[in-house]
């Protein structure tokens, strides 16, 4: 029982310092877009943001599969860990070079694909960032495995920190958008030196861990990673080469610059299910794994959905506050799209469960439909519906992602969340949803706006009985202020 008690703290503080990193991770980009939306304009915004978008597809033969690996066999092989770690980055070396140098010359051709020349310079600058966040992810995976979250969360805050200061050194300097490319090459430096520091430690551990382990792991992962990113970045280029107007591709960056944030949020909760779904199922505790299941989900559920409802229903508000009302046009695809990067976070969670379990596999083959549908739907709705059409291909795409997870993951374990729970968690959220509709804040206003419904939705959750003493114990008890925790509290 302590055992169990202890997992779930680990666990709870973990999502803890993740989702703070990320807080701080989500901050730091909204700053950096939010300022260059300002100082460049919606014309070289949109540029900067297609290089963003970019250099997120290709960053993810990097960034995902090595580095999921290393974390689960970190976690499963404690005392193999820093020949894993060792491995890890040996892979991250050779794979980073390839890629750095098939994108790097690829440059001339992706700027025609995307019907931009000044395209070219931007893309071979950015290509400087894939062998030093290469090694950063494998140092992330290290730190992951081991489940020194903390360690993990100030690494990721380094890499933050050191983007803003970066970007908007460089950018004020004159140099523009080679500046914003320059700040980010300087932040991923900054995390590496600190992933770098908070992994050296002491060992005397075996060192005879197959690389080849590792690989197998990590290939289905790349695959289903890359989808992943695919998916969140896809529509953007297709308004880059689809439609015409120069300035569309900064409207839409603005809008799904605020669309990604419950993805980047709720990314620490996969960070920190992984090694610990890969932990009790390797132990074969498998209610301990049904817990992890149910109260992920539900906790992913309880703080998204209203979150979603809010956004979608003052988007154009959100968007006019921040960018200003030169970009009033981003307010309606962030409406829709919110909802498709809210269903596409929903379906890293399961497939990360999946994962959890050892079948990337089937994480890959779940997700790799969905990029001929998202291909197929933007060429269909962006010539009819422009933006508009654009959000809608990612939303129904990851609609459909999410449904075939859930139902695999119910399949393997015959638990998800309680329905009673979900169907509190989307009246509540409706409910929200509908009085923004109704009343419209403009400019600081929205803030308050934002405040007071969420402080009646959690309202409503505690009316209806979905939050409650043992929740708010469970919340204590992570931060270890907590008496002790019974069995009937279930974990977080």
């Known amino acids: 029982?302590?055992?169990?008690?202890?997992?779930?703290?680990?666990?709870?503080?973990?999502t803890i310092y993740l989702m703070f990193a990320q807080t701080i991770f989500l901050g730091a980009g909204y700053v950096i877009h939010v300022g260059l939306g300002r100082i460049l304009g919606p014309e070289k915004y949109g540029l900067f943001g297609v290089i963003l978008s970019l250099l997120m597809v290709v960053e993810i033969f990097l960034i995902k599969g090595v580095t999921d690996a290393v974390s689960k066999y970190v976690s499963e092989f404690p005392l193999k860990a820093n020949s894993i770690k060792k491995k890890g980055i040996k892979i991250q070396v050779v794979v980073s070079l390839i890629v750095f140098c098939l994108y790097f010359f690829s440059a001339k051709y992706i700027a025609i694909l995307l019907k931009d020349q000044n395209l070219?310079?931007?893309?071979?600058l950015s290509a400087l960032i894939l062998p030093i966040m290469s090694i950063y992810s494998a140092y992330i995976g290290y730190l992951n495995g081991k489940r020194k979250f903390k360690k993990q969360a100030m690494s990721i805050i380094s890499n933050s920190i050191g983007k803003v200061f970066g970007v908007f050194l460089f950018v004020l300097l004159g140099f523009g958008i080679f500046g914003a490319i320059s700040g980010y090459i300087f932040g991923v430096g900054i995390g590496l030196v600190a992933a770098t520091c908070f992994s050296i430690e002491g060992s005397k551990e075996s060192n005879d861990f197959p690389s080849t382990k590792l690989i197998n792991f990590a290939i289905p992962l790349v695959i289903f990673s890359g989808i992943t990113?695919?998916?969140?970045?896809?529509?953007?280029?297709?308004?880059?080469?689809?439609?015409e107007d120069s300035k569309a591709a900064g409207f839409y960056t603005a809008a799904i610059a605020f669309a990604r944030a419950p993805y980047f949020l709720f990314y620490a909760l996969s960070a920190t299910l992984l090694p610990s779904i890969s932990k009790s199922f390797a132990e074969n505790d498998i209610l301990l794994t049904k817990k992890y299941i149910r109260q992920s989900l539900r906790y992913l559920l309880l703080i998204l959905l209203p979150l979603a409802a809010i956004i979608s229903a003052t988007s154009t508000n959100l968007i006019t506050l921040f960018y200003t009302t030169k970009y009033v046009a981003a307010g309606s695809p962030l409406s829709i799209v919110i909802w498709g990067m809210s269903f596409l976070i929903m379906t890293v969670i399961l497939t990360t469960i999946i994962n959890g379990i050892g079948r990337p596999k089937v994480s890959m083959f779940i997700m790799l439909p969905m990029v001929p549908i998202d291909i197929v739907l933007n060429y269909i709705l962006i010539p009819r519906y422009g933006l508009q059409g654009a959000a809608a291909a990612t939303t129904i795409t990851t609609l459909i992602g999410v449904t075939v997870a859930a139902v695999y993951v119910y399949r393997e374990f015959r638990v998800l969340v309680n329905p009673i729970s979900f169907a509190k968690i989307v009246i509540a959220s409706v409910v929200i949803f509908l009085i923004a509709k109704s009343f419209s804040t403009h400019g600081i206003f929205l803030i308050a706006e934002y405040f007071g419904l969420l402080l009646l939705y959690s309202g409503l959750m505690f009316a209806f009985r979905e939050i409650n003493k043992e929740d708010i114990e469970v919340v204590k008890g992570i931060f270890g202020k907590a008496k002790p925790l019974e069995e009937r509290i279930e974990p977080f």
């Open 229 to 243: 990113v695919l998916l969140r970045n896809l529509d953007l280029l297709y308004v880059k080469a689809l439609i």
């Open 120 to 124: 070219i310079n931007y893309i071979k």
């Open 1 to 14: 029982m302590n055992k169990n008690i202890n997992e779930k703290k680990l666990m709870g503080q973990g």
